[in-house]
């Protein structure tokens, strides 16, 4: 997410980009308020559509009067567009390092999208926990880790 901070070029041409996350309301506000996002975060815990908020998926809808319309959806590398560093990433010499490449002898190579993560030191630790964030900040008083 940290990839599409400021969609303010995106709503000077009419559109609005927001965020759809799995988990209750609360969560999800306090993150992005800590966080400092700018664009809207909203749950989708509570929502009985299987086109709603599907994780890694990058959905379009149109909206006329109350009538809404999904005009685009994808996922895998076609929702890469929020996330640039992945582009980077094949343009360098080492590439993703994905388990598929065809990589040298000795290059370490990761689970195909695995998220990596550090310590609180910016030490590589390895793949995160299947696409879910891995927390990198330190947490303000009265923040604690849920479950």
Do not use: K
């Not at 940290?2 to 609360?26: K, R, W």
């Not at 599907?54 to 076609?78: F, K, M, Q």
């Not at 910016?122 to 330190?138: F, Y």
Request: proline content about 7%; some cysteine.
């Amino acid at each position: 997410m940290g990839h599409a901070e400021d969609a303010v070029y995106l709503n000077a041409n009419g559109i609005t980009f927001a965020v759809l996350v799995d988990g209750p309301y609360e969560e999800i506000a306090a993150f992005a308020e800590f966080m400092g996002y700018t664009v809207p975060w909203y749950s989708n815990a509570d929502v009985d559509d299987p086109t709603v908020g599907v994780p890694g998926r990058i959905s379009c809808y149109l909206r006329r009067g109350d009538d809404v319309y999904l005009t685009y959806w994808t996922t895998g590398r076609g929702a890469e567009v929020l996330s640039p560093s992945f582009g980077l990433l094949d343009m360098t010499a080492y590439g993703r390092r994905e388990a598929w490449e065809d990589s040298p002898d000795r290059w370490l190579q990761r689970p195909t999208h695995a998220v990596l993560r550090s310590d609180q030191h910016g030490t590589l630790v390895g793949p995160g926990n299947h696409g879910r964030p891995t927390p990198q900040w330190t947490r303000t008083s009265g923040h604690t880790a849920q479950p």
